[in-house]
């Protein structure tokens, strides 16, 4: 018992050392030793056992002797010895710092595991340490970029990384390191060598075209001359070759990847021979030895005639479609058809040159002459219409105006009615007219009738004591409508003001103002309004609508100071009572089967025909079914329709003079189809007449396979078989040609009655198409068709794509170019060189002042200058185009009074120019009837004045 009790009191808390690492079992066994080692002297003998208690953290003693027992518990503190691993580690992460790893090829470095275990190898070999495991670790990797023909170094990598080594529990890591990764360079020639090789292998040379190639045809030769050059250290280089109009040589631009360059050759351009000359020298001979007959006085109804008639024996003889040919006026002497004091009348003549033309070549006969035969005199039936003019009280009316109208054109002069209100018209031939009498601002229109003999009215005219007005408006282009009974509508008083005369509008005649009612008629295309309903009702009912007329009435009251009262003034959808409104029939829808009108008014299309509607509203077909008269009392959009008789019908269509012979054998004539119009052949088979379609014209004629040129009648001169064919074109299309692989639009091109007349260079083929153009700010009415007119025939353009500025003014330059291109788009090029000191030749409009100043049509402003760049003003510009119209030979005027109200202002050295554009309408005046002559001219007004100058031009 004492044994244990020392041995107890020998056990205490102390600290014990073990190896490294060592586990529970091992730091049991170290404290069972030290406490066993306390068991000596009064211990001997006390045996101990040594347990770990894991909840407690320390050491339970049991000890023993014999049957004695008891326990304790220590407190141990546990020392191990240092880590055997340190050292090594360190010693490996200084190695792996230390080591040098080098930079890496692309070709070597394919993926990053064999970049990082080449690192790792060289990492490895560097600790010498097999028991040390070696990591490398990624930071941050930038592939390389090989190198190419644009880039030949190409684009270095590189890898950026950690090392890792471990051994046991031990790790540690190195600083960041970076190596190279180098890019594979190009080896081949790089874009720079090869655009520097193109450049050194292009040059000056020479290449052959075919002849007559335009421009687009040479540059694509020299560029293929350029792309052939492009071989061995230049392949691959990409060429584009343009031609400097300025130097006259050829700009190449030659790139390859991101390289680019360029270079500028000089080359000759040969053509081959013109295949044409000896064409040409053959036409001109035989176009030389034709015979040219004489014509008579009827056969050549005008000079467009005339020259048709020699064309067709010239291109007979010269006999090959291919040529062009053309009749050159050299003079002209009109025959004087005989009167009753000359019978025979005298003769006149037509001196002319043939040209031929074929391609470039160009050739012209010598002078020629044909003799006109003068018709001899034979008396053609004339009548003449006799009246009265009264007021109304019956009172004869002196000097009352009296004037006979046949639609827009009046037939022969106004007269006068003398003292007892009489009047007589003379010259008049068979036809219905609107006799329009006027005087103190009263106008009466009614409908008379000369039907072979004298007419003398049963029935005073009687132009009332208050001012209502019946007028008849018919506008251009329009079928001469006459009217009857719209001087009626004044004796029944409307209730409605837009069906009639108020009595408050008669008030207003009472207190000495005044009423006017005019009936306007116009004929109308199909994109009239309700065209299109009145066409589908027509098409519906099986038949076509051969012409549109919008009828419409204007009722315009106006108080004693002369100042329209816009609240009773009124478009009248009906009147009163029914009119008469006689409507001739164009040629082209004569001889038709099962007439109808179809009327669009209110909403609704109505259907007019011979059985009278409620209304009392019909049509009758009159004057040997050449006129429509139509009885009607409401008014809009007015459609003529038929259906086409299954039985064809025979129609002369007028002869153009001559007569037929029994001896001579009637013609074959083989008319082709031809879309937007007819041909009709005369009964005697000698006269072809051509009638368009509405909305198309004629544009030439083509007798057994030769252009003869627009006309509306074609005379056979014998009794041969023919063939004949008509080109109809549409009104909206343009006459253009093609120069250098451009179309050029026509300037002196318009349309004159149902023809298509133009002036084109010698030697072109004309052609149509319609060439639109676009402006936002072409709003303004009346200058709209103007601009369109200039713009589409490209004499001048717009400010921008989509811009005009029509209310800009023009500098004379501008001006000066825009008549230039006018007249070379039609007579050929314009070379001039200008003396003018401010004038640069390098400028667009250069070689246009040059021309117009050396023919006349501009002068400077003085000291040798022309001031391109100053505003043209309204004086200078008539000038201008009086000066333009002497050098074209057109400028045929009277000696007229100018009626402009600052008429004083103009300067003396325009009063021609302007007296020329007053008479022949050229420019017309602004507000107020003033002509504004040192006003600048807008381009508005220019396209306008171009547009009638055209038009006057070539009527």
Same mark, same amino acid.
């Given at each position: 018992?004492?044994?244990?009790?020392?041995?107890?009191?020998?056990?205490?808390?102390?600290?014990?050392?073990?190896?490294?690492?060592?586990?529970?079992?091992?730091?049991?066994?170290?404290? /069972?030793?030290?406490?066993?080692?306390?068991?000596?002297?009064?211990?001997?003998?006390?045996?101990?056992?040594?347990?770990?208690?894991?909840?407690?953290?320390?050491?339970?003693?049991?000890?023993?002797?014999?049957?004695?027992?008891?326990?304790?518990?220590?407190?141990?503190?546990?020392?191990?010895?240092?880590?055997?691993? $340190?050292?090594?580690?360190?010693?490996?992460? %200084?190695?792996?710092?230390?080591?040098?790893?080098?930079?890496?090829?692309?070709?070597?470095?394919?993926?990053?595991?064999?970049?990082?275990?080449?690192?790792?190898?060289?990492?490895?070999?560097?600790?010498?340490?097999?028991?040390?495991?070696?990591?490398?670790?990624?930071?941050?990797?930038?592939?390389?970029?090989?190198?190419?023909?644009?880039?030949?170094?190409?684009?270095?990598?590189? +890898?950026?990384?950690?090392?890792?080594?471990?051994?046991?529990?031990?790790?540690?890591?190195?600083?960041?390191?970076?190596?190279?990764?180098?890019?594979?360079?190009?080896?081949?020639?790089?874009?720079?060598?090869?655009?520097?090789?193109?450049?050194?292998?292009?040059?000056?040379?020479?290449?052959?075209?075919?002849?007559?190639?335009?421009?687009?045809?040479?540059?694509?030769?020299?560029?293929?001359?350029?792309?052939?050059?492009?071989?061995?250290?230049?392949?691959?280089?990409?060429?584009?070759?343009?031609?400097?109009?300025?130097?006259?040589?050829?700009?190449?631009?030659?790139?390859?990847?991101?390289? #680019?360059?360029?270079?500028?050759?000089?080359?000759?351009?040969?053509?081959?021979?013109?295949?044409?000359?000896?064409?040409?020298?053959?036409?001109? !001979?035989?176009?030389?030895?034709?015979?040219?007959? =004489?014509?008579?006085?009827?056969?050549?109804?005008?000079?467009?005639?005339?020259?048709?008639?020699?064309?067709?024996?010239?291109?007979?003889?010269?006999?090959?479609?291919?040529?062009?040919?053309?009749?050159?006026?050299?003079?002209?002497?009109?025959?004087?058809?005989?009167?009753?004091?000359?019978?025979?009348?005298?003769?006149?003549?037509?001196?002319?040159?043939?040209?031929?033309?074929?391609?470039?070549?160009?050739?012209?006969?010598?002078?020629?002459?044909?003799?006109?035969?003068?018709?001899?005199?034979?008396?053609?039936?004339? +009548?003449?219409?006799?009246?009265?003019?009264?007021?109304?009280?019956?009172?004869?009316?002196?000097?009352?105006?009296?004037?006979?109208?046949?639609?827009?054109?009046?037939?022969?002069?106004?007269?006068?009615?003398?003292?007892?209100?009489?009047?007589?018209?003379?010259?008049?031939?068979?036809?219905?007219?609107?006799?329009?009498?006027?005087?103190?601002?009263?106008?009466?229109?009614?409908?008379?009738?000369?039907?072979?003999?004298?007419?003398?009215?049963?029935?005073?005219?009687?132009?009332?004591?208050?001012?209502?007005?019946?007028?008849?408006?018919?506008?251009?282009?329009?079928?001469?409508?006459?009217?009857?009974?719209?001087?009626?509508?004044?004796?029944?008083?409307?209730?409605?003001?837009?069906?009639?005369?108020?009595?408050?509008?008669?008030?207003?005649?009472?207190?000495?103002?005044?009423?006017?009612?005019? @009936?306007?008629? #116009? /004929?109308?295309?199909?994109?009239?309004?309700?065209?299109?309903?009145?066409?589908?009702?027509?098409?519906?009912?099986?038949?076509?609508?051969?012409?549109?007329?919008?009828?419409?009435?204007?009722?315009?009251?106006?108080?004693?100071?002369?100042?329209?009262?816009?609240?009773?003034?009124?478009?009248?959808?009906?009147?009163?009572?029914?009119?008469?409104?006689?409507?001739?029939?164009?040629?082209?829808?004569?001889?038709?089967?099962?007439?109808?009108?179809?009327?669009?008014?209110?909403?609704?299309?109505?259907?007019?025909?011979?059985?009278?509607?409620?209304?009392?509203?019909?049509?009758?077909?009159?004057?040997?079914?050449?006129?429509?008269?139509?009885?009607?009392?409401?008014?809009?959009?007015?459609?003529?329709?038929?259906?086409?008789?299954?039985?064809?019908? %025979?129609?002369?269509?007028?002869?153009?003079?001559?007569?037929?012979?029994?001896?001579?054998?009637?013609?074959?004539?083989?008319?082709?189809?031809?879309?937007?119009?007819? $041909?009709?052949?005369?009964?005697?088979?000698?006269?072809?007449?051509?009638?368009?379609?509405?909305?198309?014209?004629?544009?030439?004629?083509?007798?057994?396979?030769?252009?003869?040129?627009?006309?509306?009648?074609?005379?056979?001169?014998?009794?041969?078989?023919?063939?004949?064919?008509?080109?109809?074109?549409?009104?909206?299309? @343009?006459?253009?040609?093609?120069?250098?692989?451009? /179309?050029?639009?026509?300037?002196?091109?318009?349309?004159?009655?149902?023809?298509?007349?133009?002036?084109?260079?010698?030697?072109?083929?004309?052609?149509?198409?319609?060439?639109?153009?676009?402006?936002?700010?072409?709003?303004?009415?009346?200058?709209?068709?103007?601009?369109?007119?200039?713009?589409?025939?490209?004499?001048?353009?717009?400010?921008?794509?989509?811009?005009?500025?029509?209310?800009?003014?023009?500098?004379?330059?501008?001006?000066?170019?825009?008549?230039?291109?006018?007249?070379?788009?039609? +007579?050929?090029?314009?070379?001039?060189?200008?003396?003018?000191?401010?004038?640069?030749? %390098?400028?667009?409009?250069?070689?246009?002042?040059?021309?117009?100043?050396?023919?006349?049509?501009?002068?400077?402003?003085? #000291?040798?200058?022309?001031?391109?760049?100053?505003?043209?003003?309204?004086?200078?510009?008539?000038?201008?185009?009086? !000066?333009?119209?002497?050098?074209?030979?057109?400028?045929?005027?009277?000696?007229?009074?100018?009626?402009?109200? =600052?008429?004083?202002?103009?300067?003396?050295?325009?009063?021609?120019?302007?007296?020329?554009?007053?008479?022949?309408?050229?420019?017309?005046?602004?507000?107020?009837?003033?002509?504004?002559?040192?006003? %600048?001219?807008?381009?508005?007004?220019?396209?306008?004045?171009?547009?009638?100058?055209?038009?006057?031009?070539?009527?």
């Amino acid at each position: 018992m004492n044994a244990v009790a020392a041995a107890k009191t020998a056990i205490k808390d102390s600290t014990v050392t073990v190896a490294f690492g060592a586990d529970q079992t091992a730091k049991t066994a170290a404290v /069972k030793s030290y406490v066993e080692g306390l068991l000596t002297g009064d211990a001997t003998g006390v045996t101990a056992t040594v347990t770990f208690n894991s909840e407690t953290g320390k050491y339970d003693v049991a000890i023993q002797k014999g049957t004695v027992k008891d326990s304790t518990t220590i407190t141990m503190t546990i020392t191990e010895d240092a880590d055997p691993d $340190i050292a090594t580690v360190n010693n490996a992460k %200084n190695a792996a710092e230390s080591a040098t790893y080098a930079d890496m090829n692309q070709t070597d470095a394919t993926s990053e595991d064999i970049i990082k275990d080449t690192l790792k190898s060289t990492a490895t070999t560097a600790i010498n340490d097999n028991g040390v495991t070696v990591t490398i670790n990624k930071e941050s990797y930038t592939e390389p970029v090989a190198g190419t023909s644009a880039d030949p170094t190409g684009t270095n990598g590189s +890898y950026e990384f950690t090392v890792t080594v471990s051994k046991g529990s031990q790790t540690q890591k190195t600083e960041k390191k970076t190596i190279t990764i180098k890019a594979t360079a190009f080896t081949g020639v790089s874009d720079v060598n090869a655009v520097a090789a193109a450049k050194t292998a292009i040059k000056d040379s020479t290449v052959t075209v075919a002849f007559g190639a335009d421009q687009t045809a040479k540059t694509a030769a020299v560029k293929s001359y350029v792309e052939g050059l492009l071989t061995g250290d230049a392949t691959g280089v990409t060429a584009t070759v343009t031609f400097n109009s300025e130097t006259g040589k050829y700009d190449v631009v030659i790139s390859k990847g991101s390289i #680019e360059d360029s270079t500028t050759i000089t080359m000759i351009i040969t053509e081959d021979a013109d295949p044409d000359i000896a064409t040409v020298n053959n036409a001109q !001979n035989a176009a030389d030895n034709a015979t040219y007959v =004489d014509m008579t006085q009827v056969g050549a109804i005008d000079e467009a005639g005339i020259q048709d008639a020699l064309k067709a024996i010239a291109e007979s003889a010269v006999n090959n479609n291919t040529v062009n040919v053309t009749v050159n006026k050299e003079s002209y002497i009109v025959p004087i058809a005989g009167t009753s004091v000359d019978p025979a009348g005298t003769n006149g003549s037509y001196v002319f040159k043939i040209t031929v033309s074929k391609g470039l070549q160009t050739l012209f006969t010598s002078q020629k002459t044909i003799t006109i035969a003068a018709t001899p005199y034979a008396e053609i039936p004339i +009548y003449k219409i006799i009246g009265i003019v009264q007021d109304g009280n019956s009172s004869n009316v002196q000097d009352a105006t009296v004037k006979l109208m046949h639609g827009q054109n009046q037939v022969g002069l106004s007269v006068q009615t003398d003292v007892d209100g009489k009047f007589t018209i003379e010259n008049v031939i068979n036809g219905t007219y609107n006799l329009v009498v006027s005087k103190n601002g009263i106008t009466v229109t009614t409908l008379v009738v000369v039907n072979n003999t004298n007419n003398t009215l049963e029935s005073a005219i009687i132009l009332p004591s208050g001012k209502t007005n019946s007028v008849v408006e018919v506008k251009p282009s329009t079928p001469p409508i006459v009217v009857g009974g719209l001087d009626t509508q004044f004796q029944v008083t409307a209730t409605e003001p837009d069906k009639g005369v108020t009595s408050t509008d008669n008030d207003v005649v009472t207190n000495g103002g005044s009423v006017e009612i005019k @009936l306007i008629a #116009e /004929k109308k295309d199909n994109t009239a309004t309700n065209a299109t309903d009145i066409s589908a009702t027509a098409t519906s009912d099986g038949k076509t609508v051969g012409i549109f007329v919008d009828l419409s009435v204007l009722k315009t009251v106006k108080d004693s100071s002369g100042d329209e009262i816009s609240s009773q003034s009124a478009i009248l959808k009906e009147l009163p009572s029914l009119i008469e409104v006689l409507i001739p029939l164009p040629t082209s829808l004569q001889g038709r089967a099962n007439y109808v009108v179809y009327r669009y008014h209110g909403t609704e299309v109505n259907t007019i025909t011979t059985e009278a509607n409620p209304a009392g509203e019909k049509i009758e077909l009159i004057n040997n079914g050449t006129t429509i008269k139509l009885t009607v009392k409401k008014f809009s959009t007015y459609g003529i329709a038929y259906t086409t008789p299954s039985t064809p019908t %025979n129609n002369t269509g007028g002869g153009s003079g001559g007569g037929s012979s029994s001896s001579v054998v009637a013609s074959t004539i083989t008319k082709e189809t031809s879309e937007g119009g007819k $041909i009709t052949i005369s009964e005697d088979k000698k006269t072809a007449t051509l009638i368009p379609d509405d909305d198309y014209v004629i544009a030439n004629v083509v007798v057994d396979g030769k252009s003869i040129g627009a006309t509306e009648k074609y005379t056979f001169s014998d009794s041969k078989t023919h063939k004949i064919k008509a080109v109809f074109v549409k009104k909206s299309a @343009l006459a253009y040609y093609n120069q250098e692989n451009q /179309k050029v639009y026509i300037g002196f091109s318009a349309i004159v009655g149902n023809l298509y007349k133009y002036v084109a260079p010698a030697g072109v083929t004309v052609e149509f198409k319609e060439n639109p153009k676009t402006f936002t700010d072409n709003t303004i009415a009346w200058a709209k068709p103007s601009i369109d007119f200039v713009t589409e025939r490209e004499i001048f353009i717009g400010k921008t794509q989509d811009q005009f500025g029509p209310n800009e003014g023009m500098t004379r330059a501008m001006f000066v170019t825009a008549i230039g291109r006018l007249y070379e788009r039609s +007579y050929g090029s314009i070379l001039s060189k200008s003396n003018f000191s401010d004038v640069n030749p %390098n400028e667009y409009y250069a070689k246009y002042v040059a021309w117009a100043n050396n023919n006349g049509i501009i002068k400077g402003i003085g #000291e040798n200058q022309f001031a391109p760049t100053k505003k043209v003003t309204r004086e200078q510009m008539a000038v201008m185009m009086f !000066n333009f119209a002497k050098f074209l030979k057109k400028a045929d005027v009277t000696d007229s009074s100018l009626v402009y109200a =600052d008429s004083a202002s103009i300067s003396s050295w325009a009063m021609d120019g302007t007296k020329y554009c007053q008479e022949t309408n050229v420019i017309t005046g602004r507000e107020g009837d003033r002509f504004i002559p040192q006003g %600048n001219a807008t381009r508005a007004e220019v396209a306008a004045v171009i547009e009638r100058f055209v038009k006057n031009i070539m009527k």
